[in-house]
């Protein structure tokens, strides 16, 4: 009789263990999320969240106390945004 790996019998490292949750969960999330969007969200609704991701981008660079993490997080955000918003 062959043995199958449950996932709870893996032994992982406590970070390995973190990092893992967190990569399910955003990619479920993010499964979640596409089929709302191209279910729910009119072309107006996608215009506008994408106003709204930029001006909030722009305000950020503006801002004299915005950090390089600041601009780098609403970069990223913009990124997801247009993979999201296809």
């Known amino acids: 009789m062959s043995e199958t790996n449950n996932v ?3 032994q992982f490292s406590d970070t ?3 990092i893992l949750n967190l990569i399910a969960q955003t990619g ?3 499964t979640i999320l596409n089929v709302l969007i191209q ?7 996608k215009e506008l969240i994408k106003k709204m991701v930029v001006n909030s981008y722009e305000k950020t660079k503006q801002n004299k ?6 601009l780098i997080l609403q ?3 913009i990124k997801y945004m ?3 918003m296809k």
Request: proline share 0%; net charge negative; no cysteine.
């Open 8 to 10: 709870d019998s893996v």
């Open 16 to 18: 390995d263990e973190v």
């Open 28 to 30: 479920l999330q993010w």
């Open 39 to 45: 279910k729910y969200l009119t072309e107006d609704d």
């Open 65 to 70: 106390s915005s950090t390089h993490t600041d």
């Open 75 to 77: 970069e990223k955000q």
């Open 82 to 84: 247009n993979m999201y």
